[in-house]
């Protein structure tokens, strides 16, 4: 692998785009922006479009490609599935494509989803267990490794899979889980709303880590990780919904009723398993994580400012 100094990220403006900015630029990296869009700060390029990624990588010529652009939401895959494979299947495709055609030196780093192994129920799950997925989006994931696999195969790609565990932290949109609790406890402490949560099954164990932990293991993959591998980003510990929601109501300047009907349905599927962070500790052996309950307290904090302005 050739030494990276230039980084080119898609998706820069989502969640984890701006975090993964700031830490490449934090250790010397110099990170091209990208953006569907047209902004004067940022280079274009649109992953649907193959001229659009090509020209970029041409005009670029980056020596290592963060492909974070995508449908991130299990949610919205089940309202717009067509949108979801199309945009993280053909969109991989493209920037693969374009990578083959244009750097075929380059490394590229594409990140994947825990979602992938679906209702799998071993605790501590590693990279190699089979994939289950149970959702538009988990499928359009699994397709997306599947996609990269191939491509290190068949061409030699300097291709390695990040597969991501449950990412929180402030800047985070709705459609998430953390996010989700945060804005409804922030509306009852102003009495925006009844000071009840309706909530479905919380049993399902999930790998919560904090997007500036999460990070900081991604950049460490980028530099030292083996082509052709799938390391996990997590905490490596297991924790139930149900106590994330106790931790965040416990945080509430209000007494709060949490509802709970198993009967709703559970879009993102009912996981039961954490990561597996062996492969990516030989990496990176200070991998350490902050206490959730911190974290926590950020996310809600910044939805009560959020609530306040909008008074």
Not at 109 to 133: A, D, M, N, W
Not at 217 to 233: C, F, L, N, T
Request: with cysteine.
């Amino acid at each position: 692998m050739k030494i990276i100094k230039r980084v080119l990220l898609t998706g820069a403006n989502g969640f984890i785009g701006k975090y993964l900015c700031l830490e490449l630029e934090r250790l010397g990296y110099h990170v091209i922006l990208t953006s569907r869009y047209s902004e004067s700060e940022l280079v274009s390029l649109d992953v649907l479009n193959e001229e659009s990624v090509q020209r970029a990588l041409q005009e670029q010529q980056p020596d290592c490609i963060m492909h974070l652009a995508g449908q991130s939401s299990v949610v919205r895959s089940w309202e717009f599935p067509q949108e979801t494979v199309k945009t993280n299947v053909i969109g991989t495709m493209n920037v693969l494509e374009a990578v083959r055609k244009i750097c075929p030196d380059s490394r590229v780093i594409l990140f994947s989803s825990s979602h992938e192994y679906g209702q799998c129920r071993i605790e501590q799950i590693q990279e190699e267990q089979t994939v289950k997925p149970v959702s538009p989006y988990a499928v359009s994931k699994a397709a997306q490794t599947m996609m990269g696999s191939i491509y290190h195969a068949a061409y030699g790609l300097d291709v390695v899979t990040l597969r991501l565990f449950n990412q929180i932290g402030v800047g985070q949109s709705l459609g998430f889980v953390l996010p989700d609790f945060a804005s409804q406890v922030a509306k009852i402490e102003k009495e925006l709303q009844p000071p009840v949560i309706h909530v479905g099954d919380l049993s399902g164990i999930r790998d919560f880590v904090d997007i500036r932990d999460s990070v900081r293991q991604m950049v460490r993959v980028m530099e030292a990780g083996k082509s052709g591998e799938i390391y996990h980003i997590g905490s490596g510990k297991g924790m139930a919904v149900k106590i994330l929601l106790d931790i965040i109501v416990k945080e509430a300047k209000r007494p709060i009723q949490v509802v709970s009907n198993a009967k709703r349905r559970v879009q993102n599927g009912n996981m039961g398993y954490y990561a597996d962070l062996t492969k990516t500790k030989q990496l990176y052996p200070e991998l350490s994580t902050r206490p959730i309950e911190e974290t926590v307290r950020e996310v809600l904090n910044e939805w009560r400012q959020k609530d306040a302005c909008c008074d």
